[in-house]
């Protein structure tokens, strides 16, 4: 059987903690990290709270109900002028789905919401050898080489 190539994208709100789920399944597989995404996933109230947020974008990617690939992105609004960036934290795809546009539309639909939250950008990070990643954030945005420092809570 040939799966469809139509998927609609759709933004999750509260309720929707069953395509949540969902969409951190997907993270984890395609991380390679199911322990992170899969293992403590959160309670329906802090789900619930968080899908209800105009500053937390959570997008979906759905072909027949099922959850084929996803993005969550947070606007963060900024201190030395009223603005705000939206940042794409996650964004992945089943493997069996990619290389049919369907994170071209996430990020697509992200800008769009941007946009109307009047963000001045949207920005993500990519691995330097995730080359796949690189490529398709190269498309629609400016590579600007950064390093990234994670530091431990005191």
Do not use: N, W
Not at 27 to 44: I, S, V
Not at 52 to 80: F, N, P
Request: aromatic share 8%; with cysteine.
């Amino acid at each position: 059987m040939t799966k469809s190539t139509l998927f609609t994208i759709r933004r999750l709100a509260t309720g929707d903690v069953d395509l949540a789920r969902d969409l951190l399944a997907v993270f984890g597989q395609a991380f390679e990290d199911e322990h992170t995404y899969t293992q403590a996933m959160p309670d329906k109230t802090y789900l619930d709270k968080l899908l209800g947020s105009e500053t937390v974008v959570v997008l979906v990617a759905l072909q027949d109900a099922e959850v084929i690939g996803g993005l969550v992105a947070y606007e963060l609004e900024k201190l030395e002028q009223r603005r705000c960036e939206m940042y794409i934290y996650d964004l992945a795809v089943a493997e069996q789905h990619r290389r049919r546009g369907v994170a071209t539309r996430l990020i697509e639909q992200v800008r769009t919401i941007a946009s109307q939250r009047g963000a001045h950008v949207v920005y993500v990070q990519a691995d330097l050898e995730d080359e796949p990643a690189i490529q398709l954030y190269t498309k629609p945005g400016t590579r600007k080489d950064v390093l990234h420092f994670d530091i431990a809570v005191a």
